[in-house]
T-cell receptor, first 115, second 115 residues
Framework: AQSVAQPEDQVNVAEGNPLTVKCTYS??????LFWYVQYPNRGLQFLLK??????LVKGSYGFEAEFNKSQTSFHLKKPSALVSDSALYFC?????????????FGKGTRLSVIA | DGGITQSPKYLFRKEGQNVTLSCEQN?????MYWYRQDPGQGLRLIYY???????QKGDIAEGYSVSREKKESFPLTVTSAQKNPTAFYLC??????????????FGSGTRLTVV
C-alpha cells in the first residue's frame, strides 16, 4: 500500500527566512513524488515532481524539493519565503510500477509566512 | 482553467436530495478522478475512471455515484445516502500514457453545503 505523511499541520516562518515543509512516503519500489499548492477555495496547483534522476528537483515559484531514498523523504524547500507563499501544501506519491493506480495525498501542511 | 472545468462553484443541498457536480475536460485525457477535501483530512479519493463506461471505487465511495458516458465528462452525484456531504469536491484529470510524468491537473472545485 502507498502512503504519505506530512508530520506538521502548520508551519510558520518569517518573510525572507528559508522554509521547509516535510513529507515522508511509503511505497513498494521506486516512487513518483509530487508537491501541490492550494490557495483558498481553489483547486490544487502543481509545483514540482520527482520521477528519476537528480535528487534535487526545482519547481515553480522558486520552490525545490530534495528526494532522499534512504529516509523515504521528499521535503519541500525555498531559500527565502514570501508572504504570498502562504497556502496549503500537499505531498503525493504513487509507485513507479503500479500501473495506473491513483495518487495518494498527504493531509496537507498549512504554511504561514509572516511579514 | 487548465483544460478542466467544475461547476457550480457553490452548491446547496437540502436533506434527502440528490445533487450532481459537473466536471468537464477538453484535453482528451483518459483518466479522471473525484476527491473530497475536509479540513485536516487532506484529499480522499471517491471514484476514478480510466476509460469511457468504466470506473472504480476509491476509499470513500459510499453515498456517491458517477458515470463516464463520454471521455470529456465525469459527473459526480451525491446521493441522499451520503450522510455528511458538506465538503469541498475536487475533480482532476491526467493522460494515462506516462501518468506519473504529468501528475494531475485539478479543477477549481465545488463547495457543497447541506442546508
Amino acid at each position: 500500500a502507498q502512503s504519505v505523511a506530512q508530520p506538521e499541520d502548520q508551519v510558520n516562518v518569517a518573510e525572507g527566512n528559508p522554509l521547509t515543509v516535510k513529507c515522508t512516503y511509503s511505497v513498494s519500489g521506486n516512487p513518483y513524488l509530487f508537491w501541490y499548492v492550494q490557495y483558498p477555495n481553489r483547486g490544487l496547483q502543481f509545483l514540482l515532481k520527482y520521477i528519476t534522476g537528480d535528487n534535487l528537483v526545482k519547481g515553480s515559484y522558486g520552490f525545490e524539493a530534495e528526494f532522499n531514498k534512504s529516509q523515504t523523504s521528499f521535503h519541500l524547500k525555498k531559500p527565502s519565503a514570501l508572504v504570498s507563499d502562504s497556502a496549503l501544501y500537499f505531498c503525493a506519491v504513487r509507485a513507479l510500477n503500479s500501473g495506473n493506480t491513483p495518487l495518494v495525498f498527504g493531509k496537507g501542511t498549512r504554511l504561514s509566512v509572516i511579514a | 482553467d487548465g483544460g478542466i472545468t467544475q461547476s457550480p462553484k457553490y452548491l446547496f443541498r437540502k436533506e434527502g436530495q440528490n445533487v450532481t457536480l459537473s466536471c468537464e475536460q477538453n484535453l482528451n485525457h483518459d483518466a479522471m478522478y473525484w476527491y473530497r477535501q475536509d479540513p485536516g483530512q487532506g484529499l480522499r479519493l471517491i471514484y476514478y475512471s480510466q476509460i469511457v463506461n468504466d470506473f472504480q471505487k476509491g476509499d470513500i465511495a459510499e453515498g456517491y455515484s458517477v458515470s463516464r458516458e463520454k471521455k470529456e465528462s465525469f459527473p459526480l452525484t451525491v446521493t441522499s445516502a451520503q450522510k455528511n456531504p458538506t465538503a469541498f469536491y475536487l475533480c482532476a484529470r491526467t493522460p494515462l500514457t506516462r501518468p506519473g510524468d504529468y501528475g494531475y491537473t485539478f479543477g477549481s472545485g465545488t463547495r457543497l453545503t447541506v442546508v
